[in-house]
Every structure is written in structure tokens, then in C-alpha cells.
């Protein structure tokens, strides 16, 4: 039966930011972003029909082809290491467009993005899962192959794991 | 100060904020995707309408690439057949010139072999005498 049409559309509107998101954390550019974002959406509309043989949810099928698109580029090329003017452009949205906040802010998106790069790859890719992407446990176990409890406790040690990092 | 998991949060909810798309970027991903579809619609439907043109298009093909063959083919057989000509006679003109050359010298050696008999037998008839 497949994904119907409606159903794939809905899925494009809340998914895009997500998977874009996500493929900007592990690939930290924005055009590479891009690309993984439009391969996920092409290769999920073209195998739309036969999608249910995967045996996943929709929001774990998407993420499933972005994890894959994601290590194929990375193993294709050299890693992509986020670049000082790729973050000092990190987009810091602040209402009230206070400097000395949106300053503290920036400064917050660096050390994250600074921790997150030395963590274990299996516990960036939970975090970045879980709080990128903002899948729920059950989600990440499925696109990870791994029960819930253990993907809990591996989000558990990586936070600990910023937390300690992280110097006054 | 302690860094809490509360602040680590929100810290990684600002971070998350900074990755958000802008509407370029989601319109160049649409664009990129819907116009990827077209194209191969495009291809498609121009393919299905002319299906009855791939015969007569195969025929003039395999016409085209025969005909440059020929074409090819006879001037450098010509011109092979030329050349040989041409060497041909460069060959005979330089062996008819050789071979006068070669008279000419044996000539002057017999003429000069003569010469000396002749001046040779004067001496020697004068002598005798």
C-alpha cells in the first residue's frame, strides 16, 4: 500500500526541519545539509510504494535514509568539520535582539557544538536524535536498532559527558 | 556555578534554534526535488509520443556512420595509392641518375686507365725504340 500522498506531504512539512537540522549537526554545512535533505525526500517519494517492507514508522524511515545518506557522504569524503565562519553564521534567533544575549547565546551554540564533535559517535548520534532532532526514544531505537533502554542510557552518559566539559 | 542538565537543555535547545532552515533553503530543497520530478516526466511523455520515430532514427544513424566510413575510407586509399606513385618515380628518377652518375665515373677511370696505357706504352715504345 505505501505511503499515500496526503500522509507523505504532511510527513514532508513537519520532517523537513528535523532532517535538515540534524544532517547540519553531523555534516556542519549548510549545502550539505541541503543535499541530504532532498536525497531523503527524493529516495522516500520514489520508494513510497513499497515502504511497509521496511517494517519502520514513517519518521523512523526518513531518518533511517538520512543516518545512511549521511555516513555514505562521510565515508566518501573527508569529514566536514564545522568551520569558524559556518558558526560564528549559526543563525541566533532572539526576540528581544539584545547583543549581550545573542552574544551569550553564540557562545553556547560553540561550546555545544565544540562537545558534541569529541563525544563517542554513538552517543552524538542519540543526542543529536534526541534534542536535533527532537525524536522521541522510541523513534531512535528504531532507527538505531537498539531497545529504548539502551538508548536512554547512552543519552544519559553523553549528557553527563557535555556537562563535564563545560568550564566556567 | 555548577553547569546543570537543565542549562546543558536549554544550551542545546539554542543550539538546535541556530540550525533551523531559512525559507531559501526549503524552497531550494522543493525546487530542487519537484524540478528533478518534471524532468523526468518530461523525458518520459516526449519519449512515449515518438516511440514510432526509433526505428527510422536507428536506420539514419547506422546510415550516417556507414556513409562517414566510405567517406573516409577512399582518400586515404587514393591517397595511399598516390603516394606509392609518387615514391615510384622519386625511385626511378634517382636510380636512372645513379646509375648515369655511376657510368660517368667508371668512364672517367676507364679513360684515365687509358690515358695512362697510352702515356705508359708511349714511354715504353720510345724506350724500346
Known amino acids: ?168 | 556555578m555548577t553547569y546543570t542538565e537543565e542549562q546543558l537543555e536549554k544550551d542545546l535547545a539554542i543550539y538546535k534554534e541556530s540550525l533551523t532552515p531559512s525559507h531559501a533553503d526549503e524552497q531550494r530543497v522543493i525546487m530542487s526535488i519537484t524540478g528533478k520530478k518534471e524532468q523526468m516526466t518530461k523525458g518520459r511523455s516526449i519519449a512515449g509520443k515518438f516511440w514510432f520515430l526509433a526505428p527510422i532514427v536507428g536506420m539514419a544513424l547506422l546510415l550516417i556512420v556507414l556513409t562517414s566510413q566510405k567517406a573516409t575510407k577512399a582518400p586515404s586509399a587514393l591517397a595511399q595509392e598516390t603516394d606509392e606513385i609518387v615514391i615510384a618515380l622519386i625511385n626511378d628518377e634517382l636510380g636512372e641518375q645513379s646509375i648515369t652518375d655511376e657510368s660517368d665515373a667508371d668512364l672517367d677511370i676507364i679513360m684515365s686507365d687509358d690515358e695512362q696505357l697510352a702515356s705508359f706504352t708511349s714511354v715504353y715504345d720510345a724506350n724500346e725504340y
Open chain 1, 1 to 168: 500500500m505505501g505511503i499515500p500522498k496526503e500522509t507523505f506531504e504532511e510527513l514532508y512539512k513537519n520532517c523537513f526541519t528535523p532532517v535538515y537540522r540534524y544532517a547540519y549537526a553531523r555534516l556542519g554545512h549548510r549545502e550539505a545539509a541541503e543535499d541530504i535533505a532532498q536525497i531523503v525526500f527524493s529516495k522516500a517519494w520514489e520508494t513510497r510504494d513499497r515502504y511497509e517492507d521496511r517494517g519502520k514508522p514513517p519518521l523512523a524511515y526518513l531518518f533511517t535514509i538520512a543516518r545512511n545518506s549521511i555516513i555514505d557522504r562521510l565515508r566518501r569524503k573527508e569529514p566536514l568539520v564545522m568551520s569558524d565562519i559556518e558558526i560564528s553564521s549559526l543563525k541566533i534567533q532572539d526576540d528581544t535582539n539584545d547583543p549581550a544575549r545573542m552574544s551569550q547565546q553564540a557562545e553556547s551554540s560553540r561550546f555545544i557544538q565544540a562537545a558534541l564533535a569529541d563525544l563517542p559517535e554513538d552517543q552524538r548520534e542519540a543526542v543529536l536524535l534526541r534534542y536535533i532532532a527532537d525524536l522521541p526514544y522510541s523513534e531512535i531505537a528504531d532507527i538505531l536498532d537498539k531497545n529504548e533502554e539502551a538508548v536512554r542510557k547512552t543519552v544519559s552518559r553523553a549528557l553527563q559527558l557535555l556537562r563535564d566539559k563545560h568550564k566556567p
